[in-house]
């Protein structure tokens, strides 16, 4: 039952902006390191941002710069992507994903993290 679902993506033009939300089930989100990856086919899978369990702390790529905030809804079990001024690069499948060991705590490494949802496609043109 535990599982993670992202939902929010969609076709942008360049300089919009999205939201991503990924949904918790089976297990209690805040407990948990949650990260946004993302993968262009063909290439390595990616962090974007990271947000540590307890005290909520982001990581982020430095791609990102000061465009995307990661933030915790802990009552909803739910975690975000916020993301503006979209790049055409920005482009991919995002991916939410969990864990709780110690690893993955503002960890941008794919594997420290055994939890995954299923990916919502983000395009951005230009």
């Known amino acids: 039952q535990v599982q993670l679902e992202e939902f929010g993506g969609g076709l942008v033009q360049s300089g919009e902006s999205l939201r991503l939300s990924c949904a918790a089930s089976g297990f209690t989100a805040r407990d948990y390191a949650v990260a946004w990856f993302r993968q262009v086919p063909g290439q390595e899978r990616e962090g974007v941002a990271n947000i540590a369990a307890g005290t909520d702390i982001p990581t982020y790529a430095d791609f990102v710069g000061n465009r995307f905030t990661i933030s915790r809804d802990f009552r909803r079990n739910m975690v975000y992507l916020q993301m503006n001024d979209l790049k055409p690069e920005d482009t991919g499948v995002y991916f939410c994903?969990?864990?709780?060991?110690?690893?993955?705590?503002?960890?941008?490494?794919?594997?420290?993290?055994?939890?995954w949802g299923q990916g919502t496609q983000v395009t951005v043109s230009s």
């Open positions: 994903a969990a864990d709780s060991v110690a690893g993955a705590r503002g960890s941008l490494a794919a594997g420290y993290f055994h939890r």
